[in-house]
């Protein structure tokens, strides 16, 4: 069971630290980008005024939360994870399950909201179903202990402008232009569609000096791809603090930490289902009981501000040890 924390300020240094040190990174391999958007290819006119950054604003406060901060917003997602590896098929590893709990803050000063969240993800047995605490590594034969997701916070402002990239604690410290949010939406069917993608590249918290059996390399490449679908009436209904939505989840990722694959080539893909859920209740109860037999803080959102905000990645650096080198008597 990992261990959930809060970063101090010494914590937050000692993450940026160990993420930098003895690198040396090319200002163009340093590149990121924040959410990808591309204001030509939203409708000029439609049903909904898609090209008003405050609309946007407010109706993307409303997707990734509720904008009335007494009132918390429920996510989940399901599907599977995929191992991507050069000169063979995708491989389906293991299912994926979780679910998130947010809620909004105003920001009075300019208008702009800041969602607060915790989320938790499990891993599955594809073929039983069963929650999985430990999981033979189909590329190594190794048996090893599996992490779950376990994100305490991930916050993020939501203003009239694009947001910008998150900076995992000093690791990914790049700043966007302020570029009007006109988010990319289509009306197809009946339906409003929303993709909303992320590209990051930036140094990995774990350095393979230090991480050598968990390590992607001195660099980690995240990509996070969101589809939406909404009713446009619930869109339009400007009486509504929340906004339901069906959708899909993918996530390029280095091979997860727990995998201990030794910096091999190769790297993971999320595709997973998502939606909202009116609560808790809806969630799958072996889901609800795991994450609350970890902290029932799980089962909340947070109600202050705080931080920094990392992904797994980088919480592994700090909930968990280098595993020592691997017993050649492993290989397969």
Same mark, same amino acid.
């Given at each position: 069971?990992?261990?959930? /924390?809060?970063?101090?300020?010494?914590?937050? @240094?000692? +993450?940026?630290?160990?993420?930098?040190? =003895?690198?040396?990174?090319?200002?163009?391999?340093?590149?990121?980008?924040?959410?990808?958007? !591309?204001?030509?290819? #939203?409708?000029?006119?439609?049903?909904?005024?898609?090209? &008003?950054?405050?609309? !946007?604003? *407010?109706?993307?406060?409303?997707?990734?939360?509720?904008?009335?901060?007494?009132?918390?917003?429920?996510?989940?997602?399901?599907?599977?994870?995929?191992?991507?590896?050069?000169?063979?098929?995708?491989?389906?590893? %293991?299912?994926?399950?979780?679910?998130?709990?947010?809620?909004?803050?105003?920001?009075?000063?300019? =208008?702009?909201?800041?969602?607060? +969240?915790? *989320?938790?993800?499990?891993?599955?047995?594809?073929?039983?179903?069963?929650?999985?605490?430990?999981?033979?590594?189909?590329?190594?034969?190794?048996?090893?202990?599996?992490?779950?997701?376990?994100? &305490?916070?991930? !916050?993020?402002?939501?203003?009239?402008?694009?947001?910008?990239?998150?900076?995992?604690?000093?690791?990914?410290?790049?700043?966007?232009?302020?570029?009007?949010? $006109?988010?990319?939406?289509?009306?197809?069917?009946?339906?409003? @569609?929303?993709?909303?993608? /992320?590209?990051?590249?930036?140094?990995?918290? @774990?350095?393979? &000096?230090?991480?050598?059996?968990?390590?992607?390399?001195?660099?980690?490449?995240?990509?996070?791809?969101?589809?939406?679908? %909404?009713?446009?009436?619930?869109?339009?209904?400007?009486?509504?603090?929340? /906004?339901?939505?069906?959708?899909?989840?993918?996530?390029? #990722?280095?091979?997860?930490?727990?995998?201990?694959?030794?910096?091999?080539?190769?790297? $993971?893909?999320? %595709?997973?289902?998502?939606?909202?859920?009116?609560?808790?209740?809806?969630?799958?109860?072996? /889901?609800?009981?795991?994450?609350?037999?970890?902290?029932?803080?799980?089962?909340?959102?947070?109600? *202050?501000?705080?931080?920094?905000?990392?992904?797994?990645?980088?919480?592994?650096?700090?909930?968990?040890?280098?595993?020592?080198?691997?017993?050649?008597?492993? &290989?397969?």
């Amino acid at each position: 069971m990992t261990k959930s /924390i809060h970063l101090s300020r010494r914590d937050a @240094l000692r +993450l940026t630290a160990t993420g930098a040190a =003895g690198l040396l990174v090319p200002a163009a391999a340093a590149a990121t980008s924040s959410l990808v958007v !591309n204001p030509e290819a #939203t409708p000029q006119s439609g049903s909904l005024p898609y090209r &008003d950054p405050i609309w !946007n604003r *407010e109706t993307f406060a409303k997707i990734q939360a509720d904008t009335n901060p007494e009132k918390e917003k429920v996510g989940w997602y399901a599907g599977k994870v995929i191992g991507v590896r050069d000169g063979e098929p995708l491989r389906e590893l %293991f299912g994926f399950e979780g679910f998130s709990v947010a809620r909004m803050l105003p920001q009075n000063e300019d =208008g702009s909201w800041r969602k607060l +969240l915790r *989320e938790v993800g499990f891993y599955r047995d594809l073929r039983t179903g069963r929650l999985l605490d430990e999981w033979e590594n189909v590329y190594t034969g190794e048996t090893v202990k599996i992490v779950p997701i376990a994100n &305490d916070p991930f !916050n993020f402002t939501i203003s009239e402008y694009v947001p910008q990239p998150p900076d995992y604690g000093g690791l990914n410290p790049a700043e966007t232009p302020k570029i009007p949010l $006109i988010l990319p939406w289509t009306e197809r069917a009946g339906k409003v @569609l929303l993709s909303t993608d /992320i590209h990051l590249y930036y140094p990995s918290a @774990l350095q393979p &000096d230090k991480w050598p059996r968990e390590s992607p390399g001195p660099m980690t490449r995240v990509s996070e791809l969101f589809r939406y679908v %909404f009713d446009p009436e619930k869109l339009a209904d400007e009486s509504r603090t929340a /906004i339901p939505y069906i959708g899909t989840w993918g996530r390029v #990722t280095p091979w997860l930490p727990w995998m201990l694959m030794d910096g091999a080539p190769g790297h $993971i893909l999320y %595709f997973c289902d998502m939606g909202t859920a009116d609560s808790l209740d809806e969630i799958p109860e072996d /889901i609800v009981a795991r994450a609350e037999s970890m902290d029932p803080k799980w089962l909340s959102a947070p109600t *202050e501000d705080y931080g920094p905000s990392l992904s797994s990645l980088e919480n592994y650096m700090l909930t968990e040890t280098p595993a020592p080198p691997r017993d050649s008597g492993d &290989d397969k």
